[in-house]
């Protein structure tokens, strides 16, 4: 394991050339995803306003993290930030027709659209509608400033619509709870387990952890460091040269809108069945806990009162070698189905740097009541970076989300993100009845409340390949 520590000169030119929100998301609150399609007579032009976006544009995940240090020392805030994906057809409309060649990955050369049996996705007639054309590539802009990136976002917009057409613009914007973290639409604090490649995150995770790591008798239950092929590979159209690697990482793009009223109501409904002696308020957060794995404020089902660990919503070094029954965490809750935290599993990790999209009339902030949530129209734009689409995101999503009889017979569909052919997947889940106790357990069943709008697969590729394409 090798982690990427940016203050050593020898990781320069290795920062400098891959796009930012890579090894570390860019941490803006607010973001515009245009989506384009290129004209096939206008290659030249387009080329050669990719040289100069990205020249003048582009973030790399050096600068990020420049920007960053810059914020955590005097609060200087960081620019506007922008990175450029292609998918397969996007190179081929350039006129690199050897990219089924150069690249390996079956699901970026095929798209999202054509890879829906995989998934279980609906059909791509069925998508928002700028999702069912082709997309040759997308632009994200991410700012704290919302309105610098929309001044930005419009004048862009204006400029690609003279040589190609803009196919969709979909807009980010993060959402906090009362204690201000960072969550998803349906309450719960998103983004805390990640694979970490930066030596500094790496040792932060050890100090909250009160790991040391030199000391074998305390070596983590769960260790989310990671080597940069985790997610990163040589880009295929860059001239590769040992002193100045010029590296890009498959981008996968969602958009999953939730229905957040229906999604609490039925949290109060299993509840109310398999907890009946609680308190109104924790029944339904003990039923939330047990689908997602998670707390709505972070802290693992899997953590007991009795392990009274300091910081718990940030908890991450568990894994569930101490609960094969399931009296903790049951193995269809969310986190447990899509990262079971076993050594072959962490292989699948991927750096999820999705943000939610859609306003709110109440804030979240203001922990809003049942008649105050949405039920369209809100979601979580999905997005991750890794080093194989099939390998990792879909391995995710199809064979651990979407296989009931993962990791074991019975366990059920991910209650959050599983996909099944048609509505009749059976919705039933076992859910203990007395927590750290697998049996006897109680039955209830949880409908889908996520659903698939349209999205793709991408390339963001190398910034020297970028800067240079011709
Ligand atoms: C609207 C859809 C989704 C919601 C509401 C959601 C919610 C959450 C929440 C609350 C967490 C716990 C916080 C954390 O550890 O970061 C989480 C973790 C995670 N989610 Fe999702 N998620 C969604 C979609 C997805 C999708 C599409 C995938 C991949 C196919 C995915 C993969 C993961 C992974 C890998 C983790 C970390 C698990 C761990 O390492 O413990 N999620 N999600």
């Known amino acids: 394991m090798k982690p990427v520590d940016p203050t050593l000169l020898s990781t320069d030119r290795f920062l400098k050339n891959i796009q930012g929100n890579t090894l570390k998301g860019h941490g803006r609150d607010y973001t515009t995803h245009i989506f384009v399609r290129f004209r096939v007579n206008r290659g030249k032009t387009t080329k050669e ?6 020249e003048n544009h582009l973030t790399s995940i050096k600068k990020q993290l420049e920007e960053r240090e810059a914020f955590k020392k005097d609060k200087k805030p960081g620019n506007l930030f922008a990175s450029f994906f292609l998918t397969s057809s996007g190179y081929e409309v350039l006129g690199f027709n050897d990219v089924h060649k150069r690249f390996k990955d079956e699901a970026f050369l095929k798209g999202m659209k054509l890879r829906k049996g995989e ?29 610098r990136m929309g ?63 030199s000391d074998p ?17 040589p880009d295929p159209y860059a001239e590769q040269n040992d002193s100045k690697p010029a ?37 339904r957060e003990l039923a939330g806990a047990y689908l997602v794995g998670r707390f709505e404020d972070g802290t693992p089902v899997m953590l007991d009162d009795e392990d009274s660990i300091p910081n718990s919503a940030e908890y991450n070094n568990f894994n569930y070698s101490k609960d094969l029954s399931e009296g903790r965490c049951p193995h269809f809750a969310h986190i447990r189905k899509v990262n079971p935290r076993t050594s072959k599993s962490s292989e699948k990790m991927m750096a999820r740097r999705g943000i939610p999209f859609g306003m709110r009339s109440v804030d979240t902030e203001l922990e809003p009541i049942m008649q105050q949530m949405p039920e369209a129209g809100v979601g979580l734009l999905f997005m991750s970076y890794q080093a194989s689409i099939v390998e990792q995101f879909e391995h995710v999503q ?20 599983g996909q099944s052919v048609g509505s009749h997947m059976d919705r039933t889940y076992q859910f203990p009845k007395t927590y750290g106790t697998a049996s006897p357990s109680i039955k ?12 793709e697969y991408f390339f963001a590729p190398s910034l020297t390949f970028l800067k240079t394409v011709v």
């Open 119 to 147: 998934l279980n996705d609906p059909d791509s007639r069925r998508w928002e509608s700028g999702f069912r054309t082709r997309i040759d590539a997308m632009i994200l802009l991410a700012d704290d400033d919302k309105n």
């Open 217 to 233: 008798k305390s070596a983590p239950d769960f260790d989310p460091s990671a080597d940069t092929d985790l997610i990163l590979i």
């Open 247 to 283: 590296l890009g990482s498959y981008f996968v793009f969602r958009k999953l809108e939730q229905n957040v009223r229906q999604f609490k109501k039925a949290e109060e409904i299993v509840g109310e069945d398999l907890f009946p002696d609680l308190g109104q308020e924790s029944k």
């Open 444 to 455: 209830a069943s949880f409908r889908q409340f996520v659903h698939m709008k349209g999205g």
């Open 398 to 417: 199809k064979k651990f989300s979407n296989d009931p009889s993962f990791p074991e017979k019975n366990t059920g569909i991910d209650p959050i993100i």
């Open 49 to 54: 306003w990719i040289r100069t976006f990205a």
């Open 151 to 213: 001044e930005f976002a419009k004048e862009l917009i204006d400029t690609l619509s003279t040589f190609c057409s803009v196919c969709g613009v979909e807009y980010g914007n993060a959402i906090r709870n009362s204690a201000e973290k960072g969550i998803e639409h349906f309450g719960y604090v998103d983004g805390t387990s990640q694979p970490l490649f930066l030596k500094e995150e790496i040792d932060e995770y050890y100090k909250l952890h009160n790991i040391d790591i």
